[in-house]
């Protein structure tokens, strides 16, 4: 069974500082790693996806992936009460093309 | 471009009767997936498609839950009969073909089985 794990939360970071989300999965033959993010209420939003090991930056995002440990984690700068959210981890299998998803990881901003 | 367009937005129904959801897909998506997200949780992956076969359906409740994709285009998620457990956002989304390609989600349908 292909399985993706996430913290559940709440993570609370103040508002200014960096916060830090994890992820990992169980499937070595995962080939695309996808962070989404989930407001109350609404559909999943991409936020970035990571193919390759190392980092990955676009803006105050920074994604995180280390094939080997099979962890991949999400890295957001200078936090605003606006990225209070869930943050989902998404892994599609280089041999089934699914996508799995994580719980999620609720995030709250602090003032 | 237009994105993933479903419909109903919102249903309640009484358990043991029937509901039918309706997807679009961005044009020229060949994957078609459907999803069910209970309160607190992830999306779980229900069904499949690409163009119009099923690649994978092997966490739908196939006594219950009947999904078909015509022409390779939209797609029809149906739920008879249901239960209150089946209370959950049903997520349609749609990707390119290609394993290097991200996904898209639809606002969702909401149902409430009471």
């Known amino acids: 069974q292909k399985e993706v794990e996430q913290n559940s939360g709440p993570l609370s970071v103040p508002e200014g500082a960096i916060a830090s989300l994890n992820c990992t999965y169980s499937d070595r033959g995962s080939q695309s790693f996808f962070w989404y993010r989930q407001y109350s209420g609404k559909s999943p939003e991409l936020i970035m996806f990571?193919?390759?090991?190392g980092d990955k930056e676009d803006g105050r995002f920074t994604a995180q992936l280390n094939k080997a440990s099979q962890y991949v984690s999400l890295l957001i700068r200078d936090s605003q009460p606006s990225d209070s959210a869930t943050y989902l981890c998404?892994?599609?299998?280089?041999?089934?093309?699914?996508?799995?998803f994580g719980k999620g990881t609720r995030l709250h901003i602090l003032p | 471009e237009a994105g993933v367009a479903q419909s109903p937005r919102y249903k309640i129904i009484e358990k043991r009767q029937s509901v039918a959801f309706w997807c679009n897909p961005i044009s020229g998506h060949a994957t078609l997936y459907w999803y069910q997200q209970i309160l607190g949780q992830g999306p779980k992956l229900l069904i499949q498609f690409q163009n119009n076969g099923v690649v994978d359906d092997s966490q739908l409740p196939k006594d219950r839950f009947s999904a078909e994709r015509l022409k390779g285009v939209d797609s029809t998620l149906k739920i008879q009969p249901a239960k209150l457990e089946d209370s959950a956002v049903y997520l349609c989304a749609s990707s390119p073909r290609g394993l290097q390609d991200t996904i898209y989600f639809g606002e969702g349908s909401w149902l409430t089985v009471v």
């Open positions: 998404a892994v599609r299998s280089g041999r089934d093309d699914k996508i799995i």
């Open positions: 990571i193919y390759s090991n």
